[in-house]
């Protein structure tokens, strides 16, 4: 059996022979052939059976079924293969493979199950193994277009790009009718940066079968990634309709769910799977990020250990393994969880500022300011990384840099954050772009250098090429809307980021129309596109966050008061705008205690923000013991930002009410 299968002609995927296209219905219909039994009675009926519910997206009753099959005839290999391409839908590429193997021991030709074979493999991450079937010379033609798709699969986990579009180009042309094939090339769309193709794509896929589950579950996906994670729950709730007990798609379920804080809808879903599948990893590790966002730390320990290691180089879950061991004080642990991290990701914020929490608590402030520094350097910087450097510089004893550094985070840049600055010098990045004018990640670092070093037409030139060549991809109608509001062309940013929006309305994208629809005046539209965005994302912190802003400017302070408390709930009090934002509302509300209490944690975090000082200043205003106190907040506001009218209004406000309080208490 050994050598007839395996000492086999391989060639290039480019020498297999054009077969005959034959169109094969996915579902319904296993690859049954002639061997030494025929089936028995039972076996034939059980069989049947199968059928029935594979046609109906019932996969695990179709392997029940298929398993009381080989029961009552072991010897059956139709029954094997077709149980094979059950576990193989079910992602299990060891049980495939050894039920393919007991087929060859029944007679079944090697050639008519290369393509399943090589499927097992690719499943198992055998790669050269995989190579070795599904690039072999005498696959049947009626499993080439199968093999091909499987091969584009193999190319997307491995990063073969061009072995991918080979591979899905074939499969095209001997299969356009294949539903799954066009789900399988959306994912290849969207790996490579084409939101458009991807799209497009996966809506080819549901046109040609409308009820195939991992159809509707990556349109849920692109989705979700383009609007939002509301967007994507009609979508997978109606594959859940197809098929209750499709996996991969209670699990991507569950995680929106959680990522949208309905933590105990998320948690049923998740024991669902463990229920059907006791070893699934991103079950248990879902269950893990409840557990620690609740702060039960020993119990997320415990869920994690679940996973045996399965995800640990998985970026989420790395985060989740640094914040148990942060949470249980074990700072070095989670500095090593952390730095993993960073090396992955290096420009996740999360992830830094993280990791310059662990460090400056193990007590190594110069390691924080080396984490943070690239950060901070870049416009956009949030208000917490900033802080955490002041505070290093300070234990540094470096007190002059870090007053300069709080002075920084008093302006509260809370908008867009621009492209990151990269670490190649500009001349090497000019001579990549000059061999490779059409790469973009060539092109990507250059316009981020030139826009970092204040070349701006430059930039804005390239990033308008690139766009042209790159219509699909949201990133470059990204760079375009960033070149142009440097040279304050609001126009052409807005229609850039309008571009944008139709392919991902992520939140750097909302960000950024907010902000130029506020340069522009147009005040209303900001607001309706915030609410657009947190109709699909109602967890999302930087949306909130301008939600609130919006309630205060326009005097909603219940409103803005109930959204800063959720905040404050959920990111703790060292964020200032926060904290000031409270003590703002508080204020107008009348409720003076609580105004001063969340007024000074704001101004002991960032006591050189003009916004904070003026916002404490009202609120000690309100309180008629504390007016001198008020007095000299307010003042400090106006030295600060002298050119700012209201402060100056608001401290003239101020010298009038405490007058008047002194004149009655005089008479």
Known sequence: MGSRFWNVPVHGLRLLVAGTLIAILVVGFSSVISASSTGSEDARDAFAKAQQHQSKGDVRSARIELMNAIKADPQWASARIFQAEILLGLSDGIGAQAELERALELGTTPSEIRHLFGHAFQLQGKWNKAKEQLFASDILPKNQAYAARITGRMALETGDDDLASGAFDRAIAL??????????????????????????????????????????????????????????????????????????????????????????????????????????????????????????????????????????????????????????????AAIDRFTRLVSLQPNNHQAQNMLARSLYLAGNANEVVKTLWSQVNNSGADSYALWQVARALEALDKRQEASAILNRAAHHNIGSKRAFAPEVPIDILRADVGREPDNARAVIPYIRALYVNGSFDEAYAQAKRLQASNPGASDAHILVADTAIARGDYEEALSALENARKIRFSEPVMLRLIDVLRAKGAMQESGEVLAQYLAYNPNNIAGLRWMAYAHLETGNWTVALGILENLRKRIGYNDALIMAGLAQAYTELGRVQKAISAGRIAYDVQPSSPVVTHLYGRALLADETRNQDAIDLLEKAVAIVPENANYRQSLANARLVVARRTNKTGS
């Open 175 to 332: 299969e356009p009718g294949n539903s799954d094939l066009w789900v399988d090339i959306a994912r290849f769309r969207a790996g490579s940066g084409d939101q458009a193709g991807a799209i497009e794509a996966v809506d080819e896929a549901f046109a040609l079968q409308p009820e195939n589950v991992r159809a509707l579950q990556y349109k849920g996906e692109l989705l979700r990634f383009q609007f939002g994670l509301g967007a994507a729950l009609p979508w997978f709730e109606r594959g859940l309709q197809i098929d209750p007990n499709h996996v991969p798609l209670l699990i991507e379920y569950a995680a929106t769910l959680g990522d949208m804080g309905r933590m105990k809808d998320m948690l049923i879903v998740a024991r669902k799977v463990v229920s059907l599948d006791g070893q699934n990893a991103r079950a248990f590790f879902l269950q893990a990020v409840l557990a620690a966002r609740a702060e039960k730390y020993d119990l997320a320990r415990v869920l994690m250990q679940k996973t045996e290691g399965q995800l640990d180089d998985v970026p989420a879950v790395l985060l989740v393994q640094g914040v148990i061991e942060h949470g249980q004080g074990n700072y070095h």
